[in-house]
């Protein structure tokens, strides 16, 4: 190795060993017991090594797959919904000229607001026949729904708090994007005779979409590994009908006390989260890669 090489390595081990200690080493030792039958139901049993049978449990049981079908439902339309509504808010931020400061400053405060509190004041606007969503609905001559008790109803509120938390995040994003773009480039589309939805798709997008990108997978990644909001708001209920990986994983490890079989569903929502940023780093990374060059 050269000197640059080596003093290059120097600056990063820091940085490595603290990913090392605490992403790596964890991830290892619940991979392995992941291959074991850790059970502190039955701790005269012992911990013996099972191999893949805790992972062929999880993708023989419905449940997993159901919990599966629940993550992937809620990370598509939330991340949909945070794109779309991100995208307008950073917009309008961008067009303002007056009072910038106060109104993003406006915008970023439900993100500000830690998850746990943001699912209680959701489960109070949703919670109860005399709620603020049902007195709403009774206004327009709507009957109060049970929106708790209601395995499709169960949603509505689940999917509005975490669009309402997640929003100002994907805006600030975006509006990182939309200050990069060169202001040249909308005036030249403007002398050319484009309206502003002509320069809005024509110009704007694409020079807006590594932002779009970087927005898509942080948020896809992190849907996926919802957990504290479901938890918060409706425990997964009714029944199993919100129940994500997460939540699963959760409960089999803390109130079932089986230890492998959740590690074993731990890692497999850590290989779905992978793939997902696997793909974005393959697809999406490369292409950019070569529209730099």
């Not at 940085?15 to 080493?25: K, P, R």
């Not at 079908?69 to 991340?79: C, D, E, G, N």
């Not at 509504?85 to 400053?105: C, D, E, V, Y």
Request: proline share 5%.
């Amino acid at each position: 190795m050269t000197r640059d090489t080596r003093f290059a390595w120097l600056l990063c081990a820091p940085a490595l060993l603290v990913i090392l200690a605490f992403a790596f080493l964890p991830l290892a030792w619940t991979i392995w017991d992941s291959l074991h039958l850790h059970d502190l139901r039955m701790p005269w049993r012992g911990r013996p090594f099972v191999g893949f049978a805790n992972y062929a449990e999880a993708l023989a049981v419905p449940r997993f797959w159901q919990a599966l079908a629940h993550t992937a439902f809620f990370a598509v339309v939330s991340v949909a919904l945070e794109l779309l509504l991100g995208l307008l808010l950073a917009l309008g931020l961008h067009q303002l000229r007056f009072g910038r400061g106060p109104a993003r400053t406006a915008a970023l405060l439900p993100w500000a607001i830690p998850t746990v509190v943001s699912a209680l004041l959701w489960r109070f606007l949703f919670d109860g026949s005399a709620s603020p969503a049902n007195a709403t609905l009774a206004g327009f001559g709507v009957e109060p729904r049970a929106w708790f008790s209601d395995a499709m109803l169960a949603w509505v509120p689940i999917i509005l708090a975490d669009v309402w938390k997640t929003t100002p995040f994907v805006a600030l994003l975006l509006l990182a994007g939309l200050q990069n773009i060169d202001d040249a480039l909308e005036e030249a589309a403007r002398v050319d005779g484009a309206g502003a939805w002509r320069r809005f798709v024509h110009v704007t997008l694409p020079c807006l979409r590594p932002a779009l990108l970087v927005a898509l997978v942080f948020r896809l990644l992190d849907a996926f590994r919802v957990f504290d909001l479901i938890y918060v708001l409706t425990t997964g209920g009714p029944g199993s009908a919100t129940e994500p990986i997460a939540l699963l994983a959760f409960q089999t490890l803390f109130e079932e006390l089986r230890f492998g079989y959740g590690a074993a569903l731990s890692i497999l929502l850590f290989a779905v989260t992978s793939l997902l940023a696997f793909v974005y780093i393959r697809l999406v990374g490369s292409d950019l890669l070569r529209e730099e060059r």
